[in-house]
């Protein structure tokens, strides 16, 4: 194979773009399981269904499958607030959240799979957009349209939610949350209330990430399984907690991964990302960012 | 009074086939129903595959049924979701065999679902008749198994000969080539095919990798090819990442003469019209082509009921690939059980080494290791697509048939590139 830098610095924004795509599923389990200590195994359940109605709306009304995510992005807030509630009322409040609660969101998990398998069968779904085919090239280097839109879209979600939870008197609440609930309760905020906030704002996030993943790639009700490692992969290589943590960890395995499959072979880049998180916790038990 | 004889007429027609219906209600009732059992995919990255083969087969089951069922017996199906989950098979036939006490089995779809039912059915000494499993029973030489799959005897060279064939015929001759293909059993068999054919051609082989199947981004892997500067990329992969590889080939600018081979995907409408232009150029195997309409006519009544049911239960529109072979499958199990008047195995798969049967995909038999015994699969090149809607794949225009010979309709367009214009 003949290395060039071309072929160098294709890998790195491959890899980049990649990872963009990985921090956007994944901030939302950095909120609940970082900072919550939910362990919603169902969050790549809500990133399909998140793929459905984008391909619903773009199907019917041709609209912008990214677009129609964030206009609809607060019913993902509202379901997010409801499975919560159900959540806090039949296993947090009882103390049962570990593995009862573990089992709710598997259930959760399967139950969303089915559901879209009974409405809209098992084929593959795609979205149609007018930067879907488009690739702008500088030179010998690429720039897919359909992983840079998502790319852009998802480090502005990103951020944007650092910033909500830093610069915000709610955003503050979560961060305590995560570190003295009774603290909290003390200075006269309903931890439970923020909590469910703070969990909708998790599936909200998870609903406009679907809309990334239609838009990369075709979509079927099971392909969400093959994200679940994924998502706790960058969570706990991020640091948990941290979003900033989450957007460098997912950047991180988007490039190795890409190097990997560049440079060595793609069925090494398990392999190797699992392996960065060892390493990486082997050193820094608490993640790249965690305190 | 002519009204009265056409009544006195309709009572008596009427008479007759009440009596017809409790004779024939009467026949199956005494008959206990011949009860087939099978794992289907339903859920998982096969499931649309699996779901237009059961719909396939029950259209089968309702036809033979209203013919008065096989060996006077109505025909049941006892199935389950395999999940496209191999782990899952062996228990779901043990269950069917043991205790749902099924009168035969057959397999569900594909190579991975197959082969882990392979061990019981040689322990029980069971004729097993399968789907679209490529190349099994090379590991296991078992004499009462059958295939329903055009690969040939050798079902990995046979199925991947088309696009070695193709390629030979472009002038200067090419010489290098890269294999790529997912880690899992089918594309594992479909190269170690391809990897026969260019130890025959003397192929210099540049890049020989695979991919885990949820690869999400596949444009480095192309873009490592692309650094080997291959004549030609033979792929085989299952449809998420045959849709990955052909939009990354794209957006690339993948830079080879030809391109593709055995990517099961492109066989779908789903795919054929989320990727649309995408395919131009690109070259693969199809077991169907409208320009060849004329070849299949039998087809014509099986697509038509076919298509009403895929529409409701939101499955392949078109059902050229998969779906006749199912039916297929079950119009030669039911030849032979008539034939030998009973469901013995041994007898069963005696007679179906020795016979022909006439089905909807034309003439099938079956050599020494249960395989097709003449290879029929099509190597065709996209061209010509514009847009993405479905109505263009169903009629001539889309389609060049490069091989085998009998259904030749044009030569290959290369380089790859160039082909999409």
């Known amino acids: 194979m003949e290395v060039s830098a071309a072929l160098v610095v294709n890998a790195i924004i491959a890899g980049l773009l990649l990872g963009g795509f990985y921090a956007a599923v994944s901030v939302g389990i950095s909120i609940s399981f970082g900072m919550l200590d939910v362990v919603n195994i169902a969050h790549p359940a809500f990133i399909i269904l998140g793929s459905y109605v984008a391909y619903i709306v773009n199907d019917r009304f041709g609209f912008d499958p990214i677009v129609v995510s964030l206009v609809l992005s607060p019913l993902f807030f509202a379901l997010g607030m409801a499975l919560y509630r159900i959540y806090y009322l039949c296993f947090e409040k009882r103390g049962q959240e570990s593995l009862r609660g573990l089992a709710f969101f598997f259930g959760i998990l399967f139950i969303t799979e089915v559901t879209l398998v009974l409405v809209f069968g098992v084929d593959y779904r795609t979205v149609s957009t007018a930067y879907g085919g488009v690739t702008w090239r500088a030179g010998d280097i690429d720039f897919p349209m359909r992983l840079v839109v998502p790319f852009l879209v998802s480090v502005t979600m990103v951020v944007g939610v650092q910033l909500f939870l830093t610069h915000t008197f709610f955003g503050r609440a979560v961060l305590a949350v995560a570190q003295d609930q009774l603290a909290l309760r003390l200075m006269g905020v309903n931890p439970v209330r923020v909590k469910e906030l703070a969990f909708a704002l998790s599936i909200a996030t998870a609903g406009v990430a679907g809309s990334f993943l239609i838009v990369i790639q075709p979509v079927q009700p099971a392909i969400g399984r093959e994200y679940i490692g994924l998502v706790f992969a960058v969570c706990v290589l991020g640091g948990m907690g941290s979003i900033w943590g989450t957007l460098i960890g997912a950047l991180v395995l988007g490039i190795a991964e890409s190097f990997t499959s560049t440079f060595f072979g793609p069925s090494w880049a398990p392999a190797v990302s699992f392996g960065l998180l060892l390493a990486t916790l082997a050193f820094r038990p608490s993640g790249l960012f965690g305190r | ?421």
């Open chain 2, 1 to 421: 009074m002519p009204g009265k004889n056409v009544l006195t007429i309709l009572g008596r027609l009427l008479g007759a086939l009440t009596v017809v219906f409790a004779l024939a209600g009467t026949a199956f009732a005494q008959q206990p129903p011949l009860r087939i059992g099978f794992g289907m995919s339903l859920t998982g990255p096969l499931a649309g595959n699996g779901k237009a083969a059961l719909i396939a087969m029950e259209i089968w089951k309702d036809d033979v049924n209203a013919k008065g069922g096989i060996l006077g017996r109505k025909v049941e199906f006892v199935s389950y979701d395999d999940q496209t989950n191999p782990a899952t098979v062996p228990g779901l036939y043990t269950k069917l065999l043991d205790v749902d006490k099924v009168d035969l089995v057959v397999s569900g779809y594909g190579t991975a679902v197959i082969a882990p039912a392979m061990p019981l059915m040689m322990q029980r000494n069971l004729m097993f008749m399968t789907l679209f499993g490529l190349n099994v029973n090379s590991k296991f030489n078992y004499d009462r198994y059958f295939q329903i799959m055009p690969a040939g005897p050798e079902p990995a060279v046979g199925w991947t000969r088309g696009f070695f064939d193709a390629a030979m015929t472009m002038n200067p001759k090419p010489k290098t080539i890269a294999l790529v293909g997912a880690d899992a059993e089918y594309p594992h068999l479909a190269l170690e095919g391809a990897r026969v054919h260019v130890k025959r051609l003397g192929l210099k082989v540049v890049y020989d990798k695979s991919y885990p199947p949820n690869t999400t981004d596949y444009s480095p892997i192309v873009r490592a090819i692309q650094a080997t500067n291959p004549d030609l990329v033979y792929l085989a992969s299952y449809p998420p990442d045959s849709a990955g590889m052909v939009r990354a080939v794209n957006e690339v600018g993948l830079k080879t003469r030809m391109f593709g081979g055995g990517m099961v995907g492109p066989q779908f409408a789903a795919l054929k019209t989320a990727l649309g232009p995408l395919l131009n150029g690109v070259v693969n195997y199809e077991l169907y082509a409208p320009e060849l309409g004329g070849k299949f006519p039998f087809l014509d009544d099986f697509l038509k009921k076919y298509q009403v049911r895929a529409a409701k239960e939101g499955v392949d529109p078109l059902g050229y690939y998969l779906p006749p072979y199912a039916y297929a499958m079950m119009q030669v199990l039911d030849q032979a059980i008539t034939a030998t008047k009973g469901l013995d195995s041994a007898k069963l798969s005696e007679y179906m080494h020795a016979h022909t049967f006439d089905t909807f995909v034309g003439k099938v038999g079956f050599a020494k290791n249960g395989e097709w015994a003449e290879p029929r699969v099509m190597m065709v090149q996209f061209g010509g697509i514009k847009g993405n809607g479905v109505e263009q794949w169903k009629q001539p225009g889309v389609l060049t048939v490069l091989e085998p010979g009998p259904y030749k309709t044009g030569s290959v367009r290369a380089p790859f590139q160039d082909s999409k214009n």
